[in-house]
């Protein structure tokens, strides 16, 4: 692999994926011409870096560590880490990955800023008149998120930097286009309804009364129960007050109807029993091995009787090539769980919550979303874990 992009093969990538980096919402925060091009360089540059320059990884992963196991055994993420980080052609990769991440920030971060007193003003002139949010400042903030830029975001998400702030909402919105190279969706709500149809299929067409969403941050998953279950109530959690009132203007604007509260999943506000279902899209990751099993027992109060529980996040602890390449993110994308949250037992966790395990399951699900604009665009699937009471 040389150590440069050649144009013909630098155009053949930009043309892969589509560039724009746009939604059709009013909270949604333009860019200028140049905004818009340094965004779309970004872009491009890592649909490169993740697709062509990482598939020089996984062959040094065949030869080297792949080779020395039996077919079908995944073998440990320090065996694969420690032979990976010698390789010159990994030294390069991961230094565009680092780099491109944090370019997404600064190329992103500025023009919401430029914005942000507009941005505020809209979020304020939609609020309450559908749905409702409600913000606690005695929340506070976990030290496993507080401690560390999550994915490299300067101030990770809770950071506030004015008042009735939602800047850090709004560059969510706008950077993980980026960071997910389309393979989202439009409205990036793939992760809600990929858990949709994988419970439909397991549970058959169950219609929940009320449902709560833990971990939504601006609402990317969230919103797609209002569609399919479209008399159900909605509720949202967060700890980040920035994104929840970003998040909830932003429901406002798409003319969804969401509760959305600033609240600690650990242990909650709701009464027993309050939901039917309870869902998750990649807080798994997000959270410390304590977290994950105080959420998992407040899911079990917070859940009716047969109320079914489902956490997805895109992980793949069976795949060698996933599993390196979340255990790199985990080292050198400020995601400090993406690593272990791969060997936790979460049919143990689920019955230390409560669960019985025969209403326990342990899947897989795959994306709902193929885009269209690539035939080699990847299929990407998730880990779900599910239990219900």
Known sequence: MPLYIKNKLFSQIAQEVKMTNSADHSMFPTATHDEQSAQNFIKTLRVFTTRKFHAGNNSILEQKVLSKHPKGICPPRKEMRETLKKETHNKWWSSMMRTTQEMLYDTVGPSVERQLPELIAKAKSLRGKIGSLKLNQDVIVPPYLSAVDMH???GSYQQEIVNDDVFAGAEFDRTFRLYSMGALGPYLDDMGYTLVAWMKNKFGETGPK????????????????????????????????????????RAVALDKEVHFSQQNAECTDFSDGHFDLIVSHAILHETSRIAIRNIFKECYRLLADDGIMVHMDGISPDNPFEKYYSDWMSINNNEPFLGTVQDEDFLGICKAAGFKGNNVEIGKATTQFKMKDTEDSPVGSYLIVSGQK
């Open 152 to 154: 490299c975001k300067p």
């Open 210 to 249: 009320r449902i709560l969403d833990i971990g939504c941050t601006v609402g990317h998953s969230t919103l797609p129960y209002c569609d399919i279950f479209p008399n159900a109530e909605i509720y949202a959690i967060d700890v980040a007050a920035t994104c929840l009132r970003y998040g909830h203007a």
